[in-house]
């Protein structure tokens, strides 16, 4: 056997995915046991609502990790998603009676569309060009809604009460544990398409656009087809995000759930914790959800300059000592260890 097909049997020997050691099965199995304990641990409102919060972020920034960890394309238009998932879900149960089970499908429906649509004309754009186009797209879609009176325009609109039928209505009054089971579902659920994508084809492709989009193309390939599903299943992911919110909160708003602040607020939890790996988005939620909480009761009302006070010196801190994010200091350790064994 000749040289060339020594290598190319050696190849084909080699795993295709690395083993997942030993330490992270450990951690998964401790934060699994931790989910389902926090419920029983607590029934306090206000800490139930932090986790509630920290799983909600943690599936959002799992979608913008989709796009920006894995194709390389950065979004600051992602509220867009949000918004018309929350919209969708709010107005059909408000106007028609439509469970948001159902609404949420018609969100994710609309989210996918809008991508596809969003994509096309934008994703062949580079670097701040697309980040710029994105940007518009998310205020554009605020001030739409914010001008639309049947959805209820700046003011909002209330979702109606119904206690009669909770799991039709998803409204629970007695306790948050509900909602808690539903967050920690939605960010389980966004990991697991995360970890599921990296590992398949269109996910080495995605990360081969990511570091050489020229050189990718040149090997068949489709990058700007690539490059949209992968903004529709981030989009898809951001509006169930949205949906959740929105049966949640009881209340629709455009500056909440189109606002720019959020956007930026799913970009810093992933930059935090790892942009480009499955457990960035969960560590930097985990930090930075109950800082802002901190932040909040510290200074008193919404603390919303505190925040971004706050925001500001992580960033500065990240993009200097920590480019690849917080996760990145296990990856360090580790190396180390195996050196030094």
């Given at each position: 056997m000749s040289a060339p097909d020594d290598r190319l049997a050696q190849a084909k020997a080699e795993p295709l995915h690395p083993p997942v050691p030993g330490w992270a099965k450990a951690l998964l199995v401790l934060g699994a046991v931790a989910v389902f304990a926090a419920p029983l641990a607590t029934q306090n409102s206000h800490q139930l609502h932090v986790l509630i919060t920290i799983f909600l972020y943690a599936a959002?920034?799992?979608?913008w990790n989709i796009m920006a960890g894995f194709s390389g394309q950065i979004s600051l238009g992602h509220a867009a998603f949000f918004g018309l998932g929350a919209y969708a879900t709010g107005v059909l149960y408000a106007h028609y009676g439509v469970t948001p089970w159902v609404g949420a499908v018609v969100g994710v429906a609309l989210s996918v569309l809008a991508a596809a649509f969003i994509g096309v004309a934008t994703l062949r754009l580079k670097g701040h060009h697309f980040t710029l186009a994105t940007l518009l797209v998310g205020f554009s879609l605020q001030i739409v809604f914010a001008r639309w009176e049947w959805v209820g325009a700046a003011s909002g609109l209330l979702l109606p009460l119904d206690r009669a039928n909770p799991w039709w209505s998803l409204q629970f009054f007695g306790s948050k544990t509900p909602y808690y089971g539903m967050a920690a579902t939605l960010a389980a659920g966004a990991t697991l398409v995360a970890w599921a994508l990296g590992r398949s084809r269109l996910g080495y492709r995605l990360q081969a656009i990511r570091h050489e989009p020229d050189a990718a193309a040149s090997l068949g390939v489709r990058v700007a087809r690539d490059k949209?599903?992968?903004f529709a299943i981030s989009a898809a992911l951001m509006s169930v995000s949205g949906s959740f919110l929105s049966v949640y909160l009881l209340s629709l708003d455009p500056e909440r759930f189109f606002s720019v602040e959020l956007s930026a607020m799913v970009v810093l939890v992933t930059v935090l914790g790892g942009c480009g790996t499955v457990l960035g988005?969960?560590?930097g939620a985990l930090i930075l959800v109950p800082l802002q909480e901190y932040a909040r009761g510290l200074f008193?009302?919404?603390?919303?300059?505190?925040d971004l006070l706050i925001y500001g010196a992580l960033i500065l801190a990240i993009c200097v000592w920590r480019p690849a994010g917080v996760l990145s200091l296990l990856g360090e350790r580790l190396r180390r260890r195996e050196r030094a064994a």
């Open positions: 959002m920034a799992q979608s949209v599903v992968a988005p969960i560590v008193g009302g919404t603390g919303r300059a505190a």
